[in-house]
């Protein structure tokens, strides 16, 4: 079995977020996407602090499908450099993780 991933990125707001995780899921890029409550983030950019509200998105993908969501976010998102971070899941429920594996697998719809 290909490894589970679990990806993040945020977006500005809910509706872009939204529409971003009916495309992930539509393209079956994703099995699973958790919308979580909106957080305030701050950083550096361009040289200067920056604080921004954000919805962030967890997404339950496998390793196989990694390439083709990150630049779908990428080519979705209205951000210069979004955030995609991944990590694989070092355990998993295995029927949750084969669930995972069915629902992303064949061909991209993207």
Known sequence: MDALLIVMTTFPDEASAEAATDGMLAARLAACVQQLPTVRSSYRWEG???????????????????????????DH???????????????????YARWVEAETRGELHV
């Open 77 to 95: 998102h209205p951000y210069d450099v979004p955030e995609i971070v991944a990590w694989p899941a070092s355990a998993a429920l295995p029927a």
């Open 48 to 74: 200067k602090r920056e604080t921004s509200e954000e919805v962030p998105l967890l997404i339950k993908t496998m390793a196989a499908r990694y390439s083709a969501l990150e630049q779908f976010i990428k």
